[in-house]
């Protein structure tokens, strides 16, 4: 009988107060019994509205049937035939505007939480998966930059077909943002390296603290043996605002914070990975990895943290849930606010942040109304470390090194629709071209590349 509840099977959850100081998983997952009865909400429509909304284009109404009777092994197969890292996107994909957004479920009351399903299916799978069977060799080499989202997609897909795949990355784990980006209470790493275990058993090789563009250009790479290339390199170039007081003692990027925590484990006490230790915190920002930063600074001790967003909370690009868990572990909004300056104390450390408070004009080309100050609102918030997370834009070693690539004036590298770059036999995907996206784009990038490639390297 199908389960016609208007709303969502609640996830449980560590209890706020308890988990904004500790680094274990916030969301602890779905049991047999509540993944079966969510399942059972799924009218199994004709034309799969859910599926047009996944960049990966899961069989979603498929894995949910056999979900709902049980049969979570045959989920599993329908998931991972077009999905390489389900246990990563059922926890961190934006499912909301994807394909719960598109569910027919959600026009009265909740959509199903596809999402929810997922990550069940795929923690339920995660040790009993028998291990890839490594397919024939076609007798082709195609490299791969960076293993991240992207990469990992393409490198998993071309190796399904035969191709003796290299991934080459620049740190000394593979994993790119999953590892390095998203923390562990929302992305465990050690489901990352179990996902990444899998596509080594496919026969993938990873190089590590390969930097492109230092250790070897990409023209090498070519010169190699590999047919092709796919740059998969993310954007990880943090951008600041130009603002007074931006090199104080106290102020780093968003991105090298959680990589400090996450990559370089500088939550845990064996480590001894420094991090600044802070009382008062103020992350500038308003999406995914400005709550990241929030969060993870309330773990590491801070007793005050503030967001500084310069916009109202409904034009905050963080996932409504990543608002929701902030705001319930204690961390304090201040929209509508914009630094001007940051204040040193007589050590050349950060004492102060001055604000001045917003108002929303017209919209700009964005399509979000834009900020403008307010004349003589200026303020001091006191605080000591100051995480700028205002976005990122990719790294330019690698375009700078090589030949005849071409990117745009944002520095991202310019693709046509098979995502080939402007040279021959080098394809890209991900934040290196698109600048700072979802995890679930990337991989769709890396999909087509893959595709891409293999149509590529067959018709030489």
Known sequence: MANMALNKVPMPEQDPKVRARNFKEVTLGYTEEMAIEEAKRCLNCKNKPCVTGCPVSVRIPEFIAKVAEGDFEGAYEIITSTNALPAVCGRV????????????????????????????????????????VKPEPNGHKVAVVGAGPSGLTCAGDLAKLGYQVTIFEAFHTAGGVLMYGIPEFRLPKAIVQKEITKLKNL?????????????????????????????????????????????????????????????????????????????????????????DAARSALRM????????????????????EEVHHAKEEGVEFLNLNNPVRILADENGRVCAMECIKMELG?????????????????????????IMSIGTSPNPLIR???????????????????????????YAGGDAVTGAATVILA??????????IDEYIKSK
């Open 93 to 132: 994909c934006p499912q909301e505007n994807q394909c719960e957004g598109k569910c027919v479920r959600g026009i009265k009351g909740e959509p199903v939480a596809i999402g929810r399903l997922e990550r069940f299916v795929a923690d339920y799978m995660m040790d009993k998966a028998a291990a890839a």
């Open 203 to 291: 026969g993938v090789e990873i190089m590590q603290d390969m930097v492109i563009g230092k250790v070897l250009s990409v023209d090498e790479i070519m010169d190699m043996g590999y047919e092709a290339v796919f740059i998969g390199s993310g954007a990880g170039l943090p951008r600041f605002m130009g603002i007074e007081g931006e090199s104080l003692i106290g102020v780093c990027s968003a991105n090298e914070y959680l990589t400090r925590i996450n990559l370089m484990k500088g939550y845990l006490d064996d480590y001894a990975t420094p991090v600044i230790k802070s009382k008062s915190v103020a992350v500038v920002g308003g999406g995914n990895v400005a709550m």
């Open 301 to 320: 001790g801070a007793e005050h943290v503030y967001i500084i967003y310069r916009r109202s909370e409904a034009e905050m690009p963080a996932r409504k």
């Open 362 to 386: 017209e919209p700009d080309e964005s399509g979000r109304r834009s900020p403008v100050p307010v004349e003589g609102s200026n303020y001091n918030l006191d605080v000591d470390t100051v």
């Open 400 to 426: 700078t090194t090589t030949h005849g690539l071409d990117a745009n004036k944002r520095g991202c590298l310019i693709v046509n629709e098979d995502m080939l770059t402007t040279k021959e036999g080098v």
């Open 443 to 452: 991989m769709g990038a890396g999909k087509t590349a893959a595709k891409s």
